[in-house]
């Protein structure tokens, strides 16, 4: 049986050859070296790449070792030997291989630009969503000023009714999969449990805290998400990102408390702001639990993504289900009888049509209503789609710039609104600090190159 031997040559020391990359794909294209190709075979070897060199093992002749035996040498085949030349041929180079790995990080590089792309365009949308969800809000309540728990009941129920009607329709057209519609509906409940939770210890709080405390109040939704991350999703922020996050919160409170009176967060008592507080926990708890869901949901789709509306639908039929076993405290939350909630509910809906004798007063009805659960609905997907290509924190940034633009557009004369608000003392102060702490949130330090290393495989 012939013996087989091997020379190893270093092909190239060009270090701007082996563009730096992540671990794992750096692993995957060393040993993927390994499987030859036509093309290497026919130059007689087989090319191995490391960080900074390349190497091509070929097949040399067998060389035997001569003994002395009395004077003569004979040739003994039990003592044949190979030969291993370890030679440098900086001119020999694959191009096609080059080529190939060169296209290959163009690709990444691309993907990831585009990655970025849509989530900043994603950003912008969630926006400005959420600025015309707080002044269509505010403008909504000009003809319900008197039915205001009607209205988040019309957008508790009526949103189920509508993300059920179009998960059906994307059902039929094939981008809703059985699949999809297996995944477990535990966490979903718990989901519908944690806005439930959320929107009434904010009904609570906020019936009784000023206006100007529950926007600076909110801003510990931020820090709840953090919190929340690096416990449930085991995710590390860097300190330019923490940074961010605390400037861009405290820009919103600059903004908010200078055009309020210094004690509207105390006024009503600690208690009420520790719930309002607690409420934005709830919230926080439920972004990123919407996060685990559409991790998990990649692992087993095997790489696929759930629809929006799967998570929306569900999520929002057990949100009304635990609405629904909650009205009674609820009511009571608002100040109607448990007893009179029917009469209350249908007089609303009397003046959200405008018509009827409750009428009078109820000018802008249904379109200001309709238009805020419009963008309302909106908002909300924008924003479960921001959380589905990025992270629960950048979602609740993106939502969190909203707050100063809204205080803004409050200044403006708006229609039904009356006389415009002035513009608080430290709006561009708050502003300013708030725009350095996004900048400084999305700024990326570069990164040192990495070192080289060379792998080691045994044949």
Known sequence: MAASCHRISALSTDVNFNIQAKWNRRRQASESQFLPNSNQWRKGGIVLTTNNRRWLIEAVTAVQRLEEDGGEDKRKSSSTVCSYALQDKPEVVEDDNRKDVVENDDGDRRRRRKRRAEVAVAAVVTMG????????????????KQYPFFLAQLATFGYVAVYFSI????????????????????PLL???????????????????????????LSQSFLVWQIILSCLFLGRKYKFNQL???FLVAVGVII?????????????????????????FLFQAAD??????????????????????????????AFQALFICLLLPFLSRLWGIPF?????????????FLNMGTVSSGCEGAPLLPLLFCIVNMGYNISLLHLIKISSAVVSSLASTVSVPISVFLFTLPLPYLGVASSLPSGFIAGAVVLVMGMLIYAWTPSRPPMPSTVTTHDF
């Open 243 to 245: 940074l961010g996050c």
């Open 129 to 144: 969503l959420g600025v015309g969800n707080r002044v269509l809000y505010k403008l909504a309540l000009v003809p319900l």
């Open 255 to 279: 903004t908010v408390a200078s055009g309020s009176s210094a004690g509207s967060l105390m006024e009503a008592g600690m208690f009420w702001s520790l719930l309002m507080i607690v409420s």
């Open 167 to 186: 998960l059906h329709f994307r059902y039929r057209a094939g981008i809703v999969t059985d699949e999809m519609l297996s995944m477990p509906k535990a």
């Open 190 to 216: 718990v989901v519908g449990l944690l806005e439930a939770l959320g929107a009434v210890c904010g009904m609570a709080a906020g019936a009784v805290l000023s206006g100007a405390a529950i926007p600076i």
């Open 287 to 316: 972004t990123i639990l919407k996060e685990v869901i559409f991790l998990d949901a990649a692992k087993r789709l095997k790489g696929g993504s759930v629809d929006l509306f799967v998570l929306n639908s569900y999520g929002s």
């Open 339 to 351: 007893h009179q909630l029917p009469m209350y509910l249908s007089d609303g809906a009397a003046c």
